[in-house]
């Protein structure tokens, strides 16, 4: 069986479609497997400097790596707290 100059090209053609597709599966797989799985419950914001950062241990409170203030971690719920007035 003889190959010609044309089954060449077209086997060339197939290799380099099958060597892209194998990359960029690859690449999607390790975008999936390095994102950031993140929850609020985990975020602090400080209220000086206005960074969001994530601690390094799991607490309640800590410090800003930026401008060294305390920083309290906030509720899940980001919804302003019920006012206390009575209502007439």
């Known amino acids: 069986m003889e190959y010609g100059f044309v089954d060449f090209i077209f086997m060339i053609l197939l290799l380099s479609l099958g060597y892209i597709a194998w990359l960029w599966v ?3 797989r390790r975008i999936n497997r390095n994102r950031w799985q993140l929850s609020r ?3 602090f914001h400080c209220n000086n400097c206005h960074l969001a950062f994530v601690p390094k241990e799991p607490v309640s409170l800590c410090r800003c790596p930026r401008c060294n203030t305390v920083c309290i971690r906030r509720r899940n ?3 302003p707290a019920p006012s206390m ?3 007439s």
Request: hydrophobic residues 15%.
């Open 26 to 28: 690859r690449e999607e």
């Open 85 to 87: 007035e009575k209502k």
């Open 41 to 43: 419950r985990q975020l």
């Open 77 to 79: 719920d980001l919804s």
